[in-house]
């Protein structure tokens, strides 16, 4: 099956500054690759996804890039503020196996004011 | 669209002891799925329903899982003779159902077995 792997498991930044978080995936047969935002006590919230027809997608202070060569796809905060601090996975799906979705194991991003 | 709403929000039960969840998905969504999330990991997919059929059942779930969805829309999922291990959060999803359509959380029962 599938299998994401995601990095940072934590990031720090400062309230203004820019935030990457980075997956890989290992299924050239995943087509669907959505960004999930968790803050505490609630459900994971879908803040932007991507397909793989698309290299790049963005929606005002986040954006995501898929590189389909590398297998790799990329979440870009930018003028971060203290209420984007929560946990982040990435998650990939198939088009053989569209209703079953790979995460990553999250980061946790803390932007300090 | 009150979107998905999962009941209750807190359980916590001794080992051995049966415990059912239910969720409700939001009302057009014919795809629902149960994903089990423990501390510092992503959700794991356990189970998806397309209206009242249950179509996947992934190895995590144990024969002391059991999920229904008996008219289509609510479902419950009930674990069996408890385990220290079954302590993790339990989510429910649901979506439209078309190819790579969108899938929404609910907030999730947190179980604790004592």
């Known amino acids: 099956g599938e299998n994401v792997e995601q990095h940072p498991s934590t990031l720090s930044v400062q309230e203004g500054d820019s935030a990457v978080i980075k997956c890989t995936y290992s299924d050239s047969a995943s087509n669907y690759f959505p960004w999930y935002k968790q803050e505490l006590g609630k459900g994971p919230q879908l803040i932007i996804d991507?397909?793989?027809?698309?290299g790049e997608k963005k929606d005002q202070r986040i954006a995501v890039t898929l590189n389909k060569t590398a297998k790799h796809f990329s979440l870009h905060i930018t003028e971060t503020q203290p209420e984007d601090s929560a946990v982040y996975f990435c998650a990939a799906s198939t088009l053989y196996n569209f209703n079953k979705f790979y995460f990553g194991s999250g980061t946790k991003l803390n932007v300090k004011p | 669209d009150t979107g998905v709403s999962q009941d209750p929000r807190h359980k916590i039960t001794k080992r051995g002891q049966n415990v059912t969840f239910r969720c409700d998905p939001i009302?057009?969504?014919?795809?629902l799925y149960w994903y089990r999330q423990t501390l510092g990991q992503g959700p794991e997919f356990l189970t998806y329903?397309?209206?009242?059929?249950?179509?996947?059942k992934s190895r995590l779930l144990s024969d002391r899982f059991s999920a229904e969805r008996p008219k289509g829309s609510f479902s419950t999922l009930e674990i069996q003779r408890t385990e220290q291990g079954d302590s993790a959060m339990y989510l429910c999803?649901?979506?439209?159902?078309?190819?790579?359509?969108?899938?929404?959380f609910g907030s999730g029962t947190q179980l604790s077995v004592l």
């Open positions: 999803a649901s979506s439209s159902g078309t190819v790579n359509e969108k899938l929404f």
């Open positions: 009302s057009e969504h014919n795809r």
């Open positions: 991507i397909r793989s027809n698309v």
């Open positions: 329903f397309q209206n009242e059929a249950q179509l996947e």
